[in-house]
T-cell receptor
Framework: DAKTTQPTSMDCAEGRAANLPCNHS???????VYWYRQIHSQGPQYIIH???NNETNEMASLIITEDRKSSTLILPHATLRDTAVYYC????????????FGTGTRLTVIP | AAGVIQSPRHLIKEKRETATLKCYPI?????VYWYQQGPGQDPQFLIS???????DKGSIPDRFSAQQFSDYHSELNMSSLELGDSALYFC??????????????FGSGTRLTVV
């Protein structure tokens, strides 16, 4: 599995956009970028995933660079409930691929 | 919508005892994954099952075993418990061969405390 690198922690003011970067320079052509988050002691929660095009859903936007070596998760209007550890994971498209969690980014949304 | 159900939510055991954790996947999901998350650590993959057969194995101790049953629920059996086994244990489910639309779904976890 490709390795990902994320900052250990980030702060964001409530109501502002939170931009969480991830480097995945060894990603292979058929691997997707997935983002999950874990709110304190809860099960990880799927946020969004993409292959090479930018993606948006009701939770967030995902921007993937053209060379696919890095990506940014954007929470457009962060709320206090978005405080969590955010994991960027590279994996295949189907459930045949296990998710390997690295060290995510602890995002703290500040009032 | 139905979610992944794990039981029990909390479990306290003494050293050297055994524990069994249960996971009920989302209906029609055929693959189950188990993860262990120690205090202050990131989730670590233990083992996965597809159609009642072990499909992949991670950092699961030999003292642990797991299986998936005909109704697709899975059980993680832990024997000779050690203090270091105290952790959150998460189960996730998915469909193996179909492209995931919304990723894996995780349960709320079982918090195991070994005393």
């Amino acid at each position: 599995d490709a390795k990902t690198t994320q900052p250990t922690s980030m702060d964001c003011a409530e109501g502002r956009a939170a931009n969480l970067p991830c480097n995945h320079s060894t990603i292979s052509g058929n691997e997707y970028v997935y983002w999950y988050r874990q709110i304190h002691s809860q099960g990880p929660q799927y946020i969004i995933h993409g292959l090479k095009n930018n993606e948006t859903n009701e939770m967030a936007s995902l921007i993937i660079t053209e060379d696919r070596k890095s990506s940014t998760l954007i929470l457009p209007h962060a709320t206090l409930r978005d405080t969590a550890v955010y994991y960027c994971i590279v994996a295949g498209a189907t459930g045949a691929n296990n998710l390997f969690f690295g060290t995510g980014t602890r995002l703290t949304v500040i009032p | 919508a139905a979610g992944v159900i794990q039981s029990p939510r909390h479990l306290i055991k003494e050293k050297r005892e055994t524990a069994t954790l249960k996971c009920y996947p989302i209906p029609r999901h055929d693959t189950v994954y188990w993860y262990q998350q120690g205090p202050g650590q990131d989730p670590q993959f233990l083992i996965s099952f597809y159609e009642k057969m072990q499909s992949d194995k991670g950092s699961i101790p030999d003292r642990f075993s797991a299986q998936q049953f005909s109704d697709y629920h899975s059980e993680l059996n832990m024997s000779s418990l050690e203090l270091g086994d105290s952790a959150l244990y998460f189960c996730a489910s998915s469909t193996r061969d179909r492209v995931m639309i919304r990723g894996y779904t995780f349960g709320s976890g079982t918090r195991l405390t070994v005393v």
